[in-house]
């Protein structure tokens, strides 16, 4: 990262009201205090789903001299907790996105079904057709890339023919692993969102009325007060740090990573949950919020006008002692600071 600029995120709502005349000034905020705005993957995905006005957002961002960054993975696609910041135009970032984007799969091997599922979503068909659908999916995934391996492979004692055919078991494997759960997710008559809620008496009324500070703090105090509340550890609860039994439960999770997994915890629970999640747009402009929320922890500001996401990304950055701060633009007021925030 580089030290001599003064980060600042622009979420895409408040992109998008820049190109509709900019009413809270924000260009003037970025020239006054020599602040340089940053964009992500994440808002190149936002922009190739504002089907055209692709330009509008990209010619902003190049007024703007806005820079990207780019979270920085290891040899093993993990995150490592740093990020680049690159000037580059937006237009040639956005078109190398979007060749890759048509280039791989556009899929994420049911994750989103199965998570759209658990707030009501997809009622057509069920979680054992999600599964089996995912590990078709990512079998297929898996194949194309080994297409052409053989002519370009270097290291002879790699056995192809060996992996192509754990490959061609991997969807019975992962069928015969995930059936009992959703034999079981599948004998609900709720989804499982609503049926947390029947029982625990906990859901957006009661969530909502938590104020800062020490949110996360205060919602884990009213999960342990209920009866049968099995979670011992609020970081393992909040994903802040993983269980025993998961892969790689050794390594430390980078900000990014806890930032996401808070956000999405006190979404499912109900803290300021977005709106109408089972439905698959507004599922995926949730997941957007919550990454934004994550790469903006790299960044000084995170400019942002959605409340539901501001009060999230506050919650998480108050927990991990995040130094970011959030300018949450409203209607009423032109910049009202969150909680972990100040307007200087």
């Known amino acids: 990262m580089e030290d001599n600029y003064i980060l600042a995120y622009l979420d895409h709502n408040v992109l998008d009201l820049m190109t509709k005349g900019d009413p809270h000034k924000v260009k003037e905020l970025l020239k006054n205090h020599n602040l340089t705005p940053v964009y992500s993957d994440e808002t190149l995905k936002e922009i190739q789903r504002s089907i055209g006005y692709e330009s509008k957002f990209l010619e902003l961002l190049e007024e703007i001299e806005a820079k990207y960054v780019e979270p920085i993975l290891d040899q093993n696609f993990k995150q490592t907790g740093q990020a680049n910041i690159h000037s580059v135009l937006p237009k040639d970032i956005y078109k190398h996105f979007s060749e890759n984007q048509s280039e791989g799969t556009s899929g994420d091997f049911g994750v989103s079904e199965m998570l759209m599922k658990f707030f009501g979503g997809q009622p057509d068909i069920s979680f054992e057709e999600i ?3 995912g590990a078709v999916d990512l079998q297929k995934h898996l194949n194309e890339s080994l297409e052409g391996i053989e002519g370009i492979l270097l290291d002879e004692t790699i056995d192809i023919q060996s992996i192509k055919n754990l490959i061609e078991d991997l969807p019975q494997v992962m069928i015969n ?3 009992k759960m959703a034999e079981e997710l599948d004998g609900r008559e709720e989804s499982p969102v609503s049926q947390y809620e029947a029982k625990t008496g906990i859901g957006p009324v009661v969530l909502n009325n938590v104020a800062p500070p020490n949110v996360v703090e205060k919602v884990w105090q009213m999960l342990s007060n209920i009866e049968d509340f099995s979670e011992a550890d609020i970081e393992i609860f909040f994903g802040v740090k993983p269980d025993s039994f998961e892969k790689d439960s050794d390594r430390e999770r980078t900000i990014q990573e806890k930032v996401n ?4 915890q006190l979404n499912f629970l109900g803290y300021y949950r977005d709106s109408k999640m089972k439905k ?3 599922f995926r402009a949730s997941f957007s919020d919550m990454t934004h929320a994550g790469i903006a922890s ?3 500001l995170f400019l942002c ?9 506050a919650a998480a950055y108050e927990y991990l002692g995040v130094k970011t701060k959030i300018l949450h633009y409203k209607a009423s007021k032109q910049i009202q600071p969150t909680a972990n925030a100040s307007a200087d």
Do not use: G, N, P, W
């Not at 006008?305 to 990304?313: F, S, T």
């Open 305 to 313: 006008r959605d409340e539901d996401l501001v009060m999230k990304a």
């Open 177 to 179: 692993q995930s059936s």
């Open 261 to 264: 997994a808070i956000y999405h």
């Open 131 to 133: 599964f089996q659908q």
């Open 280 to 282: 698959d747009r507004r």
């Open 298 to 300: 790299f960044c000084h």
